[in-house]
């Protein structure tokens, strides 16, 4: 099967511009989520999809963050307008299972800068 | 609060010797362990994972690790490295029982090999 995609996998971006990702989980998985690593520090959560709603948004940072899973498929989360902190390894995972069970499926990443 | 503590930002071995790498957590109830690797430039890739029956669990390339709960642990060994086990390595949790859950990464560690 294929795996979880996500693009772009580089976007190097001017502070104030907005960035648009995107997820393409694995078929059939209702659970997506999106992580981000900054430089250096940990992996952390950002949300949780249940098809297309969200289950879980306590991660997000602040409102310059949006994202969305329109008809519970792909998700693209948008950064408007980027600040340099933002800059960092965005992460999106599928799972079959809400608990986790399973293990999640991560994408390769979309490493941000903001210059 | 769940968390997840790594012990040892980098830690480098020979070729052919123990990997040992050492993972805590704190959970007030059993968790779903994990273990994820990333390679230079990819993403993460699961490598191993508990969730309930034998503590001992066996992972690709080698790989192999043991839930203790009287421990909070979860470290992971392979017998013998290999220049191609050089890349960082994540344990994570997802607290057990929980209807929706997210998962929580350590920090990681970064392995490196000498030859």
Known sequence: EAGVTQFPSHSVIEKGQTVTLRCDPISGHDNLYWYRRVMGKEIKFLLHFVKESKQDESGMPNNRFLAERTGGTYSTLKVQPAELEDSGVYFCASSQDRQGGYGYTFGSGTRLTVV | ?115
């Not at chain 2, 909070?72 to 949790?93: G, I, N, Q, R």
């Open chain 2, 1 to 115: 609060a769940q968390s997840v503590t790594q012990l040892g930002s980098h830690v480098s071995v020979s070729e052919g010797a123990l990997v040992l790498l050492r993972c805590n957590y704190s959970s007030s109830v059993p968790p779903y362990l994990f273990w994820y690797v990333q390679y230079p430039n990819q993403g993460l890739q699961l490598l191993l994972k508990y969730t309930t029956g034998a503590t001992l669990v066996k992972g690709i390339n080698g790989f192999e690790a043991e839930f203790k709960k009287s421990e909070t642990s979860f470290h992971l060994t392979k017998p013998s490295a290999h220049m191609s086990d050089a890349a960082e390595y994540f344990c994570a949790v997802i607290p057990g029982y929980s209807s929706a859950s997210k998962i929580i990464f350590g920090s990681g560690t970064r392995l490196s090999i000498r030859p």
